[in-house]
């Protein structure tokens, strides 16, 4: 390589990893700016309710990150219903599934877990049910034309009056009725040396799609399907296969979620499905909140985390109703979620036209 092709590559570098500085300084002002007005809206809020917002927010961040393992183990089922929204959302199917999804997989997880007495089993036959379900979910969007919306909402409580059914009638705790039968002890994931191994396997799993997603020729396929289905089938790509992978990689994280809930912290699941119920939701939040980055999600995930968490201590500190609490987090999380979506929203309509 000759002086002059050297010189222009190291120049080359530079300017693109300028320019990512750039977009990380911009991402984290916005980010930072965000969440001081956030912090001052709900300041303002909860003065006019006669609380000291000082007092709250001391509360709130300190105990909502107080305990890291629990902090950590809260955030794992919660990180891989935000990559099961985001990344369908990549390749352009907006998933509402993550609930049932997640029920499945902690279900399915259950019955391997419970009959092999092996959670390396149980994870995996989790994963492949909230993967199956998902393609299911694309399938359907993509070869009979139902919105996924609308099919997503109708599975969600197929699956949730099923498995209660199921857990109440069949797959019941003798000595507790209103649990299912529980993990065997030799099947659980237990901590080591007090760090959280249900958190860890979720952090490879979103390295894993992180991969997957910027790195390989599926994911770039699903992104450029996100973008416009013409222009991915005037590259040659297949965008119906696209969308079904995309699909079955977000169901097969939500799946992944809920077997390691089951098998990490619950070690059963109760007769209404309390202890899963709304996580399928919350991930919404988490994908948008993390910008539909794998390793955004997982920041996200510990940071809505914590304020569950401290809003849960707020509640019993202050004698605050759990409505303070959930209105003083839907701020904050509104607030910091909102610049990412206008963005998201203009930049989307703007390649359209281009495209188009």
Known sequence: MSKGSLSKLIETLSERLLTERREYLATLIETSSSLILALLAGGIVLAVLGYDPLNVYNILFRYGFGN??????????????????????????FNIGGESQ???????????????????????????????LGAFIGILRVYRGINEVISSIMVNWIFFYLIIYLISGVYYNPERPHESIPIPKDAR????????????????????YYIILFH?????????????????????????????YSMLLGGAAAGLGGALLVLGMTYSIDDMLSAVYGLGFT???????????????????????????????????????PELADTLIGVIVI????PYVYKLLVSRLIQRRVIE
């Open 68 to 93: 890291i393992r629990y902090l950590l183990d809260k955030s794992t089922p919660l990180m891989m219903t935000g990559l099961a929204f985001a990344i369908p959302l990549i390749a352009g199917l």
């Open 102 to 132: 997640l029920y499945i997989g902690a279900f399915i997880a259950l019955l391997a877990a419970y009959y092999t007495h092996s959670h390396v089993i149980g994870i995996l036959a989790g994963t492949i049910a909230g993967g199956l």
């Open 189 to 208: 994931i237990y901590p080591i040396s007090n760090i959280s191994v249900i958190f860890a396997i979720a952090v490879l799993a979103s390295i894993l």
């Open 216 to 244: 390989t020729d599926i994911g770039y396929k699903m992104r450029v399907t996100g973008l416009s289905t013409a222009s991915a089938k005037y590259a040659g790509f297949n965008p119906d296969l696209s969308m079904i």
């Open 283 to 321: 991930g919404i939040g988490i994908g948008l909140l993390g910008r539909l980055h794998p390793i955004g999600i997982i920041l996200a995930s510990i940071f809505f985390s914590g304020l569950l968490i401290g809003g849960q201590w707020v509640e019993l500190k202050t004698g605050a109703p």
């Open 335 to 338: 607030a910091l979620a909102i």
